[in-house]
């Protein structure tokens, strides 16, 4: 058996390689240890699936395991998204929530997700424990099947998915979207997403993209980022649709695109978000962003009075931020944002008609809206590229990062330099940074600039830096 090892959010594998039955019961034995610890006795979880291969089969699987473990169990009895889990998981007062899913990774993969009792992600000391609990576990012992598990009342099955759309129905207002006649196309990307908008707010008012179920997923990670969402930018425009959303696989992370058939990135959304919540609605709260997220989000904070605070790459990290404290918008630059009053998880559903909301709300359009943020906060524009590179070179650009850092970045003097998590190097009017993946043997290269030229000229520096530097073991 390979070392399993949980990344920024659960443990992912290639399917069939390292993503195997045997390796998912060690997996669910040692997380079943967790939760009975946690509980002083027998325990609960929330189990569900997302549309990837086998999805059912594994999660059946690993409810015997919980079950047989003296965990009970709550099955969903189909695919349900992510943050559908989480919410389940406070609402029933499960010890945990575990969802079978690869997120937005390629559709070879499937994983493990690890949600806390509050209902968001474990946090980095929770995943640490149970990754512990891996070692000297010892054989399996004999399991009963798992229609006698149920029939003993150790796993019950219920419709998650449905709860979790009555659930968006009750905090979002759908009716006014409804009303103003506004429509919508939604890219499930094969997703777990499938039929929620439509639900919501009517099949007329739907444009619906990639809502069946292949696993293949043609080929493509189900990641809701503009090179991957050309069909669900041509349909917003050929459709006349207000507003295009797109979901990753398990639907926690959001892409949207205006009705122009522009892409609006998470940097943008977030800004959104801040703006609509603290002048629209009221409210107020800290903002938190990973450290590859915009500077627009400190500049809104200066102008609101409001703190902000930034985490290492990873949800997990702005999920305990949101429990410990007061949290009014909370968010990555890969798509995952939670906002005050939901639930503290990202859950794209529930943000993308959270901006469909203010849009109807704020009498505007998406384009407009984001106008609107670059006049009063200034331009912010972003970039990036994710480098699929060799192990040494990798290691040997991170070592070179690390001990001699960079006194100029295309030209233009290091005003400043950061670590919270990669390499981050400020120069005027923006910053490059550099960071490993930590769920795939990638090296991501970020940038903020002025321009979007300005932005990608960055990068373009930086994946040049990458390719010649020396692999050296």
């Not at 981050?424 to 321009?451: D, H, I, N």
Request: negative net charge; hydrophobic residues 40%; proline residues 4%.
């Amino acid at each position: 058996m390979s070392t399993i090892k949980f990344g920024t959010d659960g443990w992912r594998a290639v399917i069939a390689q390292d993503y195997t039955f045997d390796n998912l019961t060690t997996v669910a034995r040692a997380t079943a240890a967790w939760v009975q610890a946690q509980d002083e006795g027998d325990g609960s979880v929330v189990i569900a699936y997302d549309t990837r291969f086998q999805g059912h089969a594994f999660a059946r699987h690993v409810a015997r395991v919980f079950a047989s473990s003296g965990v009970r169990v709550r099955l969903a009895d189909g695919f349900a998204t992510t943050p559908a889990v989480s919410w389940a998981t406070a609402e029933y007062g499960a010890t945990a929530g575990i969802v079978i899913t690869a997120s937005h990774n390629p559709p070879q993969y499937n994983g493990f997700k690890v949600k806390a009792s509050f209902g968001g992600p474990a946090t980095p000391d929770m995943i640490a424990d149970v990754e512990a609990r891996m070692d000297g576990l010892g054989a399996a012992p004999e399991m009963p099947g798992v229609d006698a598990l149920t029939a003993d009342g150790q796993i019950e099955t219920f419709d998650l998915q449905s709860g979790y759309v009555d659930l968006l129905r009750q905090r979002l207002d759908v009716e006014s979207i409804k009303e103003a006649g506004t429509r919508v196309a939604y890219d499930a990307m094969y997703g777990a997403g499938q039929g929620v908008v439509t639900d919501l707010l009517g099949r007329p008012r739907v444009v619906e993209l990639h809502h069946e179920l292949n696993p293949g997923m043609h080929g493509r990670a189900p990641e809701p980022i503009e090179r991957n969402l050309g069909e669900l930018l041509k349909a917003v425009v050929d459709d006349h649709c207000a507003i295009g959303l797109a979901t990753d696989g398990d639907a926690d992370r959001i892409g949207l695109v205006d009705e122009e058939g522009q892409f609006v990135d998470s940097h943008k959304i977030l800004a959104l978000l801040v703006k609509y919540l603290y002048e629209e609605k009221g409210l107020r709260g800290d903002i938190v962003k990973t450290f590859s997220t915009t500077d627009m989000l400190d500049r809104m904070g200066e102008a609101y009075g409001l703190p902000v605070q930034t985490t290492p790459i990873g949800f997990k990290y702005i999920a305990s931020k949101i429990v410990e404290g007061d949290v009014l918008v909370g968010g990555e630059e890969s798509g995952g944002m939670a906002v005050k009053g939901h639930i503290p998880e990202r859950d794209g559903l529930y943000i993308g008609l959270t901006v469909a909301e203010m849009m109807v709300k704020r009498e505007r359009s998406l384009s407009g809206l984001v106008r609107e943020l670059m006049e009063e906060f200034g331009p912010h524009y972003q970039s990036r590229t994710d480098l699929h590179t060799t192990e040494a070179r990798k290691q040997a650009v991170l070592r070179e990062l690390s001990q001699d850092g960079l006194s100029e970045v295309d030209g233009q003097p290091v005003t400043e330099t950061e670590a919270l998590d990669g390499f981050k190097f400020r120069v005027e009017g923006g910053w490059l940074l550099f960071r490993a993946s930590g769920t795939e043997p990638v090296l991501r290269v970020y940038s903020e600039a002025a321009s979007q030229e300005a932005a990608d000229a960055l990068v373009a520096w930086g994946v040049s830096m990458v390719e010649g530097a020396p692999a050296a073991a």
